[in-house]
Structure formats: C-alpha cells, structure tokens
C-alpha cells in the first residue's frame, strides 16, 4: 500500500511563501490524481489542487494564481509552491492520492502552514 509523506511546512510572513512536498512511496503517478487538500481549525477539509495522471491541473478559486502544482516522476514526489500567502492560507495540508481503478483513497499526514499578518 502506498504512504505519502508531507514536508515543507512551517511559519511565514504574509506575502512570503513556502514549497510543500510529498514523497510517495512508490510510483503511483500514472495510475492516479495527487492532489493537495487543507484544513483550517473549525473548517472542513478542503481541496486545494490536483494533478492528473496525464498531467492535467486544477486549482481552488482562492488559490489560483498564486499556488502551483508539480510532481517528479523520477523521485515519486508531488510539490505544491505557495506564493503571496495570506493568513487564511493557514491550515494543516495533507497529501492526497486518489486511485484511478479502485477508487482507494490515501492521506498523508499533513503539515502545519501558518501565515502571520
């Protein structure tokens, strides 16, 4: 079964940015979409961007523009660069994958993003 770590997170100014990562453990790009969700304190979790086997991206409204999406199939990791944070970026992000032909579903353990004002 695949485990997805997260990495990247931490403290930033509003306006700064920070790169997340997520390592997979194997390579799963090709059979699934990556994506990357977030949870405030009292808010549900929600979706922040994916990436497609074939590449395709999509991104929430809030963040386009300014969040960007990658991955590196040779080293089975996913990124997501933030720029422009803004306080309600804060949230614990979680890695996601999302398999194509079984509908399994896998988290990561999420890192904390906190932006300051």
């Known amino acids: 079964q695949v485990q997805l770590v997260e990495s990247g997170g931490g403290l930033v100014q509003s306006g700064g940015s920070l790169r997340l990562s997520c390592a997979a453990s194997v390579n799963i790009f090709s059979i699934g979409t990556m994506g990357w969700y977030r949870q405030a304190p009292g808010k549900q979790r929600e979706l922040v961007a994916l990436?497609?086997?074939?590449?395709?991206?999509n991104y929430a409204d809030s963040v386009k523009g300014r969040f960007t999406i990658s991955r590196d199939n040779a080293k089975n990791m996913v990124y997501l660069q933030m720029n422009s944070l803004k306080p309600e970026d804060t949230a614990v992000y979680y890695c996601?994958?999302?398999?194509?032909?079984?509908?399994?579903?896998?988290w990561g353990q999420g890192t904390q993003v906190t932006v300051s004002s």
């Open positions: 990436i497609s086997s074939v590449g395709m991206t």
């Open positions: 996601n994958f999302r398999n194509l032909f079984n509908n399994g579903v896998t």
